[in-house]
């Protein structure tokens, strides 16, 4: 729907009609949210999260997830002000993405929150053993507030603090409870003072360690996606017709020519009449399904001693705890969750073509 929505944006149409489209698409990414909420959470229930540590510049990462929130809060007339402690490494190692997970759930939450005023987000170093980095941050809002009452019911899954607070700011309950058992992997707590009408302040540690041997990752440069690549001949394998359509539609878009394949037996065969750049493989799909079809096709090369394998990259709604483990051991260069935004879809080639 999303995707869609997209490229009915570019056709020509009326002021009213893009207003309507502007309406499906703050809905569909509403819904979104809420679907992501409760797969993340019922993850984290299973078992299914595996922190992921790596060096990262901690100024440079803070800076970035909080450019989108900054648009939010600039919507409202609220400010949003950010005080870090010049003390902190300007490398750490740790999970980062799950760190800007917490802190988008805890600002988008003083966002919801708060009509006048704004926010503020404080970030200070504490002394930790080990040499680890404790690192303190905080979220204040000048907002509704929370009465003692209520804050008993916070951190607890599907749980807002009354039932009016549903209706008018919606969510699901789950960003606080899936924030918790996020803080509380990474050896940390999170806790809340507030009182009605008086704003809130959201505080929550972490131990970060010193950074590893490795170098931070070098972030891809931005580049216009058209310009960025040649047209490449690309094979889609998906057993929806309508994640077909969508995912024929978005590479057209870019200039690429595209086959389409139902299953993993048509796939393989058009694999073998035809030479492809790349592959977007479905990984559930009846009768053969993505890997094993890679598995058929990495068997192939082999055979035949071809030296430039081709780039598959696997497709899923449903990425668990060991999927991309299993996905690269059946021979395939990367995945892309379902459903994927054309942005998306850009990364991912410029990651495999770059």
Do not use: W
């Not at 941050?137 to 003692?148: A, L, N, P, T």
């Amino acid at each position: 729907i999303i995707t869609v929505v997209e490229f009915l944006k570019d056709t020509q149409i009326t002021k009213k009609q893009n207003d309507l489209l502007d309406i499906i698409k703050t809905s569909s990414d509403n819904l979104l949210e809420i679907i992501n909420d409760i797969l993340d959470f019922s993850k984290i229930e299973a078992g299914q999260v595996e922190l992921e540590y790596n060096n990262f510049n901690f100024k440079e990462e803070i800076n970035t997830v909080l450019k989108p929130l900054e648009i939010r809060s600039k919507e409202k007339n609220l400010t949003l002000d950010l005080m870090i402690d010049d003390h902190i490494p300007s490398i750490l190692n740790g999970d980062v993405l799950r760190i800007k997970q917490i802190i988008i759930n805890l600002v988008n939450n003083a966002i919801k929150f708060t009509q006048d005023g704004g926010i503020i987000i404080e970030i200070k170093e504490t002394s930790c053993k080990d040499g680890r980095h404790c690192i303190v941050f905080k979220v204040k809002d000048s907002g509704i507030g929370i009465s003692s009452e209520n804050q008993k019911k916070l951190f607890k899954s599907f749980s807002q603090t009354d039932a009016s607070s549903t209706r008018k700011y919606g969510g699901t309950g789950l960003g606080l409870a899936i924030s918790k058992n996020l803080v509380e992997m990474m050896g940390g707590n999170i806790t809340v003072e507030s009182q009605t009408n008086k704003g809130s302040t959201f505080s929550f540690s972490l131990q970060l360690n010193a950074p590893s041997e490795q170098k931070p990752k070098k972030k891809i440069k931005k580049t216009k996606y058209k310009d960025s690549l040649e047209s490449k001949i690309i094979l889609v394998v998906d057993d929806n017709e309508i994640n077909r359509k969508v995912a024929k539609m978005t590479l057209s878009k870019f200039g690429h020519q595209t086959d389409l394949a139902v299953n993993g037996i048509e796939a393989y065969q058009k694999y073998l009449e035809r030479h492809y750049d790349i592959i977007l493989m479905d990984v559930h799909m009846p009768e053969m399904d993505g890997i094993e079809t890679t598995t058929m096709i990495r068997k192939h090369e082999k055979e035949d001693k071809i030296t430039n394998p081709i780039p598959i990259v696997a497709m899923t709604a449903a990425a668990m705890k060991g999927d991309k483990e299993r996905f690269l051991e059946a021979g395939m260069n990367e995945y892309i969750s379902k459903p994927f935004k054309i942005a998306d879809l850009e990364r991912i080639l410029q990651l495999i073509f770059r």
